[in-house]
């Protein structure tokens, strides 16, 4: 790697440490604001982050068994 090119990964390094120790400090009223109960943004998130994860096992059974039908019909061609 060259000088500039490890001038440019340091410079990257130190800003991405200097974001994450400002937004360390931030966390706590982001997190407040966002799992407020009475809050309606928070209870969207809360909705539908639930939701995939009861679609999941549903969508992968149905890709399993359409996956087994037509390897059924390769194999009776």
Do not use: W
Not at 49 to 69: D, N, Q, T, V, W
């Amino acid at each position: 790697m060259n000088t500039s090119g490890k001038k440019f990964l340091s410079i990257l390094i130190g800003i991405s440490a200097l974001l994450l120790i400002i937004a360390s400090f931030g966390d706590l009223q982001i997190s407040k604001a966002v799992l407020n109960q009475n809050s309606i943004f928070g209870n969207i998130f809360q909705i539908f982050g639930m939701f995939p994860s009861s679609l999941i096992p549903f969508i992968s059974a149905e890709i399993i068994f359409i996956y087994g039908l037509r390897q059924k019909n390769q194999i009776s061609k």
